[in-house]
C-alpha cells in the first residue's frame, strides 16, 4: 500500500504498478481522497480499460461527476475536431496517419491560452493509467497538461507493448524524460489481483516469472505448480480427438474465459478457433479494424442498380460462405423445397424488390438480419455484424452515410469503452488491462517478446493454463 493523500499532494508523483498489485484499486482509493476537490481527469490507452476503470469505480461507489475518463487518443480529438481549423485531416479509417496527426495538433491546440483556460477551469487534476504505452509524442502532450494541474502517472515498465505505428515508446526509468514524475516515484509490492481471486499461489509465482523475465531467464513452467502446462503439438488444436482440442472443449464450459493467442497481427488465426469451435467463443474485436469502414462504404456505394450484386457482397463478407452457397446464386436465391425455406426467401425477395425502387438503408439492415436468420448461417464476427446494423440503423434515422455512422459509432466506444465478458478469443493488445477467471494460452512458446508473454500471463485472476510445445519459454527475440 501507498500513502494515497502524500502521493496526490504531489504536483508531479508516478507510480509502478505490475499487473494485478492493485493500480486500479489506487486509483479509486486517490478519487476517493480527492472527492469534492474537482473533477479529475483519467486517460488511458485503450477502450477496455476505460470500461475496466469504470466498472472498478461503479464498485466502489464513485459518483460519476467527480471524474472523467476516456483514451488519450479520444481526448485529444474532441480538442482538435473542436478548434483545429485547417482541412487537412487524414481519414479516421486510415489509422496510421490519422492518430499521429490528432497528437500533434492537439499539443499545438494545448499550448493556447483559451484551450488552457477550459481545460484547467474543467478538471482539477489528472492521472494517466498505463504509462508505459505512451509515445514520446503522448508524453510531450501530457507533459503539457501537467502544467496545468497535479499530475500523476500510472505504469509498468514491463508491459509496454503498444508501440503505434513504430513510435517510439516513453522510457519510464529515463531521468531526462520523467523529470519531475521520477522524483516521487512510488511502487507496489504485493499480487493483489490473485488474492481476491483465492489463488494466491498463482500471485506468487507470477511475481517470481515477473522477476525472470526482467533478468532474461528461461522460464521452466514445471516450477510453477499453480499453473496448469500442457505440452501439445500445435497442430492438434484443430484435430477432434486430440488431447489440445479436446482440452479446450472443456474450456468452453467456463463462464469467463479469454483464450488468448500469441499472434497479434492477423485476425484469421482466431478467426479459424471461432468457426472450429462453432461459435463458441466470441471473437475480441480491434475498434479499427478496417473490415468495420469497408463494409459501410460497400453500403454507401448501393444503387438501385448494382442493389443484388452488393447484397451479396455483403452477405459473403458477414456469413459462412459454404451455407451461404446453399442459398445464393448468381441472379439471386435458390429454389428451396421447405415451406419454410421458402417464406424466408420470399420475404428477402420481396427486401430486394422494395431496395430496387427505393434504397434505404434501414432495409438493408433487415435483409442481413433476415439472411442470418436462414437455416446454417452463421457469423463469426459477431461484433462487426452488430455494429454494422447499428449504423445502418443510425444512418436511415439521420439521414448520414453509413461510414459516417460507422465513425461515430466506433468514436463513442472510444470515448465510453467496451465491456468484455463470456467466453472470449483476443490477443494482448486487445486485452491488455482487462482481467477473466480462466485464462487459457494457446501456443505460448511463439511469444518471442517476454512484454507481451507477462501480460498474457496476467489476466487470470483464478485459472491459468498454458499449452505450449515444451515446458521451458524463452520470449526473447
Not at 279 to 286: D, H, T, V
Not at 299 to 325: G, H, P, V, W
Request: charged letters at 30%; aromatic letters at 10%.
Amino acid at each position: 500500500m501507498i500513502d494515497y493523500k502524500e502521493f496526490v499532494s504531489k504536483e508531479k508523483s508516478m507510480l509502478i504498478a505490475p499487473a494485478g498489485f492493485g493500480k486500479t484499486y489506487t486509483i479509486s482509493e486517490c478519487l476517493i481522497h480527492l472527492e469534492g476537490k474537482g473533477k479529475q481527469l483519467i486517460l488511458t490507452h485503450t477502450h477496455a480499460g476505460v470500461a475496466s476503470l469504470k466498472e472498478k469505480f461503479k464498485q466502489k461507489k464513485i459518483h460519476s461527476y467527480n471524474y472523467n475518463i476516456e483514451t488519450i487518443t479520444s481526448f485529444a480529438q474532441k480538442y482538435v475536431l473542436s478548434f483545429y481549423t485547417g482541412i487537412d485531416i487524414p481519414s479516421q479509417e486510415n489509422s496510421k496517419e490519422y492518430y499521429p496527426f490528432i497528437i500533434n495538433k492537439a499539443k499545438e491546440i494545448f499550448k493556447l491560452k483559451l484551450v488552457k483556460n477550459v481545460i484547467s477551469r474543467t478538471y482539477s487534476g489528472l492521472f494517466v493509467d498505463e504509462y508505459q504505452d505512451c509515445t514520446t509524442q503522448q508524453h510531450e502532450l501530457i507533459s503539457s497538461l501537467a502544467d496545468l494541474f497535479p499530475t500523476h502517472i500510472l505504469g509498468d515498465y514491463l508491459q509496454g507493448i503498444f508501440g503505434f505505428n513504430g513510435e517510439a515508446l516513453v522510457d519510464m526509468q529515463a531521468e531526462n524524460d520523467m523529470l519531475e514524475f521520477i522524483n516521487n516515484q512510488y511502487s507496489l509490492n504485493h499480487p493483489q489481483r490473485w488474492l481476491r481471486g483465492n489463488n494466491s499461489n498463482l500471485g506468487l509465482d507470477l511475481k517470481k516469472i515477473r522477476e525472470s523475465l526482467i533478468k532474461k531467464e528461461e522460464i521452466n513452467l514445471s516450477e510453477f505448480p499453480s499453473i496448469e502446462t500442457f505440452t501439445i503439438d500445435e497442430r492438434d488444436l484443430y484435430i477432434p480427438y486430440k488431447d489440445y482440442y479436446k482440452e479446450i472443449t472443456k474450456l468452453l464450459k467456463e463462464e469467463n474465459l479469454l483464450i488468448l493467442h500469441p499472434d497479434s497481427t492477423s485476425i484469421y488465426p482466431r478467426l479459424k478457433l471461432v468457426k472450429q469451435f462453432n461459435n463458441r467463443i466470441k471473437l475480441i474485436e480491434s475498434i479499427d479494424d478496417k473490415d468495420f469502414y469497408k463494409l459501410a462504404k460497400t453500403a454507401d456505394e448501393i444503387t438501385n442498380e448494382n442493389i443484388i450484386s452488393k447484397l451479396n457482397e455483403l452477405s459473403y463478407k458477414l456469413f459462412n460462405k459454404t451455407e451461404l452457397d446453399k442459398w445464393f446464386n448468381e441472379k439471386g436465391f435458390k429454389k428451396k423445397r421447405e415451406e419454410k425455406d421458402r417464406t424466408s426467401v420470399m420475404y428477402l425477395e420481396s427486401l430486394i424488390e422494395e431496395l430496387k425502387n427505393d434504397i434505404s438503408y434501414i432495409k438493408i439492415s433487415f435483409f442481413l438480419i433476415g439472411v442470418k436468420e436462414l437455416q446454417g448461417i452463421k457469423s463469426h464476427r459477431s461484433e462487426l455484424f452488430s455494429s454494422f446494423v447499428k449504423s445502418l440503423r443510425e444512418a436511415d434515422e439521420n439521414k448520414i452515410l453509413v461510414s459516417e455512422a460507422m465513425t461515430n459509432s466506433r468514436n463513442v466506444i472510444r470515448r465510453t469503452g467496451r465491456k468484455v465478458s463470456g467466453r472470449c478469443i483476443g490477443t494482448t493488445l486487445l486485452t491488455k488491462g482487462l482481467e477473466f477467471d480462466t485464462v487459457a494460452i494457446i501456443n505460448a512458446h511463439k511469444f518471442k517478446c517476454p512484454k507481451h508473454l507477462y501480460v498474457a500471463l496476467t489476466r487470470a485472476s483464478k485459472r491459468l493454463l498454458i499449452f505450449t510445445n515444451k515446458v521451458e519459454l524463452f520470449p526473447y527475440k
